[in-house]
């Protein structure tokens, strides 16, 4: 059964202290790896897919990078603003042609305090 | 505004009622999916639309769910006889047809208050 944990459950940083992310994943056959964004009371916002192990992607104070049973997202320099739920997704492979499915994991709530 | 759409964004019912919600997808995407997320846990999935086929439902989907997407465009998420463990927050996202960018844009979500 594909599975998604992450850790830590919750962290809290003071301003431009930086740190990582871990999502740790079990699928047969890794089609893609998401990371997401969520504020309180919203839907997830979408930030990287990574697709192969060794793979990176920055954006802004953000990394996302993946090997072949886990991704880190690191935030560097945080600021308040990057305050939010950080949540990992895997796809699993199409099942003729057509299936799909994404497993969400739980997420890591990220206080920056100013 | 371009984005994913959910209406109502609030939704209190009686336990026993029936209840349907409402998605708008951004225009060119064909892929639509429903999620179901509780408090402190990640999105659980649903169900999933290419245009108007429904092609994946989550074994764990009870039978009282059920999920439309006529001429696949909007798509409709009905609960039957709402139970008090249905109460959570209802996820829309859609997504583009373009081979591996599969990237997944959601809407702000209906929360479902059964009392």
């Known amino acids: 059964e594909d599975q998604v944990t992450q850790s830590p459950e919750a962290l809290r940083l003071q301003e431009g202290e930086s740190s990582s992310l871990n999502c740790s994943y079990t699928v047969s056959g890794l089609r893609g790896l998401f990371w997401y964004r969520q504020d309180p009371g919203k839907g997830p916002e979408f930030l990287f897919t990574?697709?192969?192990a060794g793979e990176e992607k920055e954006k802004e104070r953000l990394k996302a990078t993946l090997t072949k049973k886990e991704s880190f997202l690191h935030i560097t320099a945080p600021k308040p603003e990057d305050s939010a739920t950080y949540l990992c997704?895997?796809?699993?492979?199409?099942?003729?042609?057509?299936?799909?499915?994404?497993?969400f994991g739980p997420g890591t709530r990220l206080s920056v305090l100013p | 505004d371009t984005g994913v759409s959910q209406d109502p964004r609030h939704k209190i019912t009686k336990r026993g009622q029936n209840v349907t919600f409402r998605c708008d997808p951004i225009s060119e995407h064909n892929r639509l999916y429903w999620y179901r997320q509780t408090l402190g846990q990640g999105p659980e999935f649903l169900t999933y639309?290419?245009?108007?086929?429904?092609?994946?439902k989550s074994r764990l989907l009870s039978d009282r769910f059920s999920a439309e997407r006529p001429k696949g465009s909007f798509s409709t998420l009905e609960i039957q006889r709402t139970e008090q463990g249905d109460s959570a927050m209802y996820l829309c996202?859609?997504?583009?047809?373009?081979?591996?960018?599969?990237?997944?844009?959601f809407g702000p979500g209906t929360r479902l208050t059964v009392l």
């Open positions: 639309f290419q245009n108007e086929a429904q092609l994946e």
């Open positions: 990574l697709y192969s």
């Open positions: 997704a895997v796809q699993a492979p199409f099942r003729d042609n057509y299936g799909q499915n994404f497993v």
């Open positions: 996202a859609s997504s583009p047809n373009r081979g591996r960018n599969d990237e997944q844009f």
